[in-house]
């Protein structure tokens, strides 16, 4: 197989058919495990030999491009005041708040380290805080965060800029949606997970439905311009009827974005899911049964399926970044701003500069003891070879736009792309059989049938996948 060669040349979008069909029969024969392509190559890939002093060169050398590229700050808040009995994210479950402020000191460590790496001149046009529980921070402590940010970082203010939050309703006080608007943030993605009480109770989440109502209403009145809601099925006690009524109440709300999750029950790896009494959870037909339920009503609503679990109404950012053919793919899900590096803060945060994933270290006394020798924590990444950089946009391309122009690609990486992805056109040709794809002498288009298989698709191209052999454990496609 020939090496890629990777110029530096601009990529022609076209307009993609937006449409989307459900066949349960084909849904279940493709109900595989397989990543979820927040990158390429995946976490399994970093390694322990891309450590600090790499990461630090690959941000010296990110700094020669001819157009300094702008940076995405994602800054980890890792506690909670409780636990949800589903969650598998890195998160501590503490009422000590006093962890919080010692946290926030290694925090300015680590910021003040990260700005050294990048010329002053690299404006921040994204910043996500996410958890944990971002808003477990006091308003003070928010307010601290913002500042040392703003010290060691140039901002962008103007209305170019993308500041969202994770929030929970149950961990916000009077003040504190107000204060996030005064503090440059504009967007927000509020967990509910589910509406009905039921549901809450066997998940250890218990939310009003008027206590999120208020939540989005606030963030409205303070000039947010976009609100993204979290939900889940798969849970304890789900039906199709009572997830009905969790819609119902979800389009009165009527979220700018909307992420509707399968919950992946995996007790042997997140202990906290062994709480979830199994016999409580719905069968594989009842969650098709739901999944359909929910894509009939939302784009009966007016939504546009995104992809990958992933909604948004026709004149959101998201919306109109794919119909341009500009929409991307990182860490925190779908994204507008594919020019950005992503800078991970905190503790376990993943970030992507230059032609690099990083990750730092995961357990907080670590993180703490690195930095107090005055190092940055990442512990683990991998630098993408041209290979990998290929395959990365190949697999952009599926799970964004639902399709692959084969000359774009050999324009820019100088290949015969029939040639070179012969073995994954070949992996293709029974999902083309079934009517999930078509591959055209230019281009492989994912078809309606197969657009909630994007995963699977994107699997077909995944050289360290299919190197695997199933060691790798990851959660199911649907």
């Not at 399994?44 to 300094?68: R, T, W």
């Not at 800029?161 to 204060?179: G, K, M, Q, Y």
């Not at 995104?306 to 970044?321: N, R, S, T, W, Y």
Request: aromatic share 10%.
């Amino acid at each position: 197989m020939p090496v890629p060669h990777i110029p530096n040349l601009g990529i022609v979008r076209f307009v993609m058919d937006q449409t989307l069909q459900f066949d349960p029969a084909i849904l279940a024969k493709y109900d595989v495990s397989g990543p979820r392509y927040t990158s390429y190559p995946t976490a399994p890939q970093f390694h322990e030999g891309f450590d600090d002093k790499a990461y630090a060169e690959v941000a010296a050398l990110s700094n020669e491009d001819p157009i300094p590229r702008p940076l995405s700050l994602y800054v980890h808040v890792p506690f909670c005041d409780t636990v949800c009995f589903y969650c598998a994210c890195n998160k501590i479950i503490t009422g000590n708040y006093s962890r919080a402020g010692t946290y926030l000191d290694y925090l300015e460590k680590e910021v003040a380290l990260q700005s050294q790496l990048f010329d002053a001149d690299r404006r921040v046009e994204q910043l996500h805080f996410g958890g944990g529980t971002p808003t477990y921070l006091s308003d003070e402590d928010l307010i601290r965060v913002m500042d040392m940010l703003s010290r060691y970082f140039t901002l962008e203010r103007g209305p170019q800029r993308e500041f969202s939050i994770e929030i929970d309703p149950r961990a916000v006080r009077e003040t504190t949606i107000e204060l996030l608007a005064k503090l440059g943030f504009n967007r927000m993605s509020v967990g509910v997970q589910d509406f009905d009480p039921a549901v809450q109770k066997a998940v250890n989440r218990i939310q009003p439905y008027e206590t999120t109502a208020r939540v989005i209403a606030k963030a409205r009145s303070c000039g947010f311009r976009s609100t993204n809601l979290d939900l889940i099925y798969g849970l304890p006690l789900q039906s199709v009827e009572t997830y009905s009524r969790t819609l119902d109440q979800t389009l009165e709300l009527r979220p700018e974005r909307l992420a509707v999750y399968n919950y992946a029950h995996l007790p042997h790896l997140f202990k906290v899911q062994r709480q979830i009494r199994e016999e409580q959870l719905p069968g594989p037909d009842e969650k098709l049964a739901i999944l359909e339920l929910t894509i009939r009503r939302l784009t009966e609503a007016g939504y546009v399926y995104i992809g990958m679990d992933h909604f948004a109404l026709p004149e959101d950012e998201l919306a109109q970044a794919q119909r341009a053919g500009t929409l991307h793919r990182n860490f925190q899900g779908y994204s507008t701003r594919a020019e950005c590096d992503l800078v991970g803060l905190g503790v376990t945060s993943i970030g992507k500069v230059g032609e690099s994933y990083s990750q730092n270290l995961r357990d907080m006394e670590a993180y703490y003891a690195r930095l107090d020798e005055g190092r940055l924590p990442v512990f683990r990444g991998v630098e993408l070879s041209a290979d990998d950089q290929l395959r990365r946009d190949v697999i952009t391309e599926i799970m964004c736009h639902s399709r692959v122009d084969f000359r774009e690609m050999e324009e820019r990486y100088q290949i015969h792309f029939r040639d070179y992805f012969r073995d994954a056109l070949e992996r293709l040709q029974g999902m083309e059989s079934d009517g999930l794809v078509r591959i055209e002498s230019d281009r492989l288009q994912v078809l309606p049938r197969g657009r909630l298989l994007l995963r699977h698709v994107a699997m077909a191209f995944d050289a360290y996948l299919n190197a695997d052999n199933g060691k790798t454990r990851y959660s199911k496609v649907i």
